[in-house]
């Protein structure tokens, strides 16, 4: 649980600094860490599994889901996305 709780902070995180910036060079420890050890996929190889996770009982999660919504659509097609909700 806290592991998807992590994910999904580091995706809101990257998705909202990436709007807010544009472009910009990443740097590992720096803007991003690595989740380790690798979370399994439902995906096939060469793809990329974008989880979007949420909470019924969360504001944040509310206001966001429109923008996840966006994101979701926004997706390139080497990427899979699955949704969890955590109550």
């Known amino acids: 649980m806290?592991?998807?709780?992590?994910l999904?902070?580091?995706?809101?995180?990257?998705?909202?600094a990436s709007l807010a910036h544009g472009?910009?060079?990443?740097?590992?420890?720096?803007?991003?860490f690595p989740i380790k050890p690798a979370q399994p996929t439902n995906v096939?190889?060469?793809?990329?599994?974008v989880v979007e996770v949420f909470s019924y009982g969360c504001p944040a999660?509310?206001?966001f889901y429109k923008t996840a919504?966006?994101?979701?659509?926004?997706l390139p097609k080497n990427a899979a996305s699955s949704a969890s909700s955590a109550s």
């Open 69 to 74: 919504d966006k994101l979701k659509a926004s």
């Open 61 to 63: 999660c509310f206001q």
């Open 44 to 49: 096939a190889p060469g793809k990329v599994e």
């Open 2 to 6: 806290r592991k998807l709780i992590r």
């Open 8 to 16: 999904f902070v580091l995706c809101l995180t990257t998705a909202t």
């Open 23 to 32: 472009a910009t060079n990443w740097t590992e420890g720096q803007h991003y």
